[in-house]
């Protein structure tokens, strides 16, 4: 199984930016999709953002449409999300997760979660 590292995040202030990356150890198309998540203290994991690794479709949780962008890298080990406009309740654990593609059941199957990167906005 494709073991993933999340590295990127750190703490910036409102309106601010930062990209964080998904590393796999091996190549990501062997996977259907890649998606990245966040958990906010106290709150459930939610998903952000998912790539298709075979075309690079793409779909988005609705609060980070227009302000975040994932993309794949073309070696094809690697999956990145640039962040724009970060607000606090952007704030939260981010992590990168292998699953289905499937614009229907949005976020469901995802798993092989990496250990997260860290990201805070705050002023």
């Known amino acids: 199984q494709l073991q993933l590292v999340e590295s990127g995040g750190g703490l910036v202030q409102p309106g601010g930016s930062l990209r964080l990356s998904c590393a796999g150890s091996?190549?990501?198309?062997?996977?259907?999709?890649i998606a990245w998540f966040r958990q906010a203290p106290g709150k459930e994991r939610e998903g952000v953002a998912c790539?298709?690794?075979?075309?690079?479709?793409?779909y988005y949780g609705g609060d980070v449409k227009g302000r975040f962008i994932i993309t794949k890298s073309s070696s094809q080990n690697a999956v990145y999300l640039q962040m724009l406009n970060l607000q606090p309740e952007d704030t939260g654990r981010y992590y990168c997760?292998?699953?289905?593609?499937?614009?229907?059941?949005?976020?469901?199957?995802?798993?092989?979660w990496g250990q997260g990167t860290q990201v805070t906005v705050s002023s």
């Open positions: 790539i298709k690794t075979s075309d690079g479709r793409t």
């Open positions: 997760g292998l699953g289905p593609w499937d614009i229907f059941n949005a976020w469901t199957g995802f798993g092989s």
């Open positions: 091996g190549v990501i198309s062997d996977y259907d999709a």
